[in-house]
């Protein structure tokens, strides 16, 4: 079964960080682009990070760029999301996702394959 199940999620302050991981089963991710998005309450899904298959392109959205780092372990089926400086606007819930197929930056989500449940990032001011 083809699953993608985020955690690191939680309630944090603003200027605090967390890691977001999220572990592949049922497929190998080193044949996968690999994304975060997030979606906040009211807003439409954006697109976060994104890391090619063999992690040698990365993609940041502006508003987290310098704050957020995308990595990924092939060897541990799992992508990383590291966020330092957390911001209220971050609130979010956060997926990952893997696409077979997509291009630089590879933030068109409709082009993705597997879609974690998500996890839910609150931070506070």
């Known amino acids: 079964q083809v699953q993608l199940v985020e955690s690191g999620g939680g309630l944090v302050q603003a200027g605090d960080s967390l890691r977001l991981s999220c572990v592949a089963s049922?497929?190998?991710?080193?044949?996968?682009?690999m994304g975060w998005f997030r979606q906040a309450p009211g807003k439409d899904r954006e697109s976060v990070a994104t890391i090619s298959k063999s992690a040698h392109m990365t993609y940041y959205a502006d508003s987290v760029k310098g704050r957020f780092t995308i990595s990924r372990d092939n060897a541990k089926n799992t992508v990383y999301l590291q966020m330092n400086s957390l911001k209220p606007e971050d609130t979010a819930v956060y997926y990952c996702?893997?696409?077979?197929?997509?291009?630089?930056?590879?933030?068109?989500?409709?082009?993705?394959?597997?879609w974690g449940q998500g996890t839910q990032v609150n931070v506070s001011s």
């Open positions: 996702a893997a696409d077979a197929s997509g291009n630089y930056p590879y933030t068109n989500g409709l082009s993705y394959n597997y």
């Open positions: 049922g497929f190998f991710l080193r044949g996968y682009v």
